[in-house]
Nanobody, 121 residues
Framework: QVQLVESGGGLVQPGGSLRLSCAAS????????MGWYRQAPGQQRELVAG???????NYADSVKGRFTISRDNAKKTVYLQMNSLKVEDTASYYC???????????????WGQGTQVTVSS
């Protein structure tokens, strides 16, 4: 069994900051790409930021320069530092990871349960 557990969401004023964390646990051999997605009410889920095992990153245009994704491979954790938050960043944020599991050594995509980020004055 593999789990992704997110934390760090909450209510913040426009211009504020939040840091999301997502920790993987369970029968893990290795973790490849990791990323953060978000979904606002009535909208499709969209990629916010992704990071490879080696540390290469990519971002949605809407968050470039404001959000930073990072990971700690030893802790099996991915982070999303969100600065200069805007009302339009309000959404449920989901962690995603491609994980090679034990004992099959097959790779599957796993999702966290989601954490709510609300940006409002």
């Amino acid at each position: 069994q593999v789990q992704l557990v997110e934390s760090g969401g909450g209510l913040v004023q426009p211009g504020g900051s939040l840091r999301l964390s997502c920790a993987a646990s369970g029968s893990i051999f290795s973790i490849n790409d990791m990323g953060w997605y978000r979904q606002a009410p009535g909208q499709q889920r969209e990629l916010v930021a992704g990071i490879t095992r080696g540390g290469s990153t990519n971002y949605a245009d809407s968050v470039k320069g404001r959000f930073t994704i990072s990971r700690d491979n030893a802790k099996k954790t991915v982070y999303l530092q969100m600065n200069s938050l805007k009302v339009e960043d309000t959404a449920s944020y989901y962690c995603n990871a491609d994980i090679r599991t034990i004992p099959t050594y097959r790779t599957y995509a796993y999702w966290g349960q989601g954490t709510q980020v609300t940006v409002s004055s």
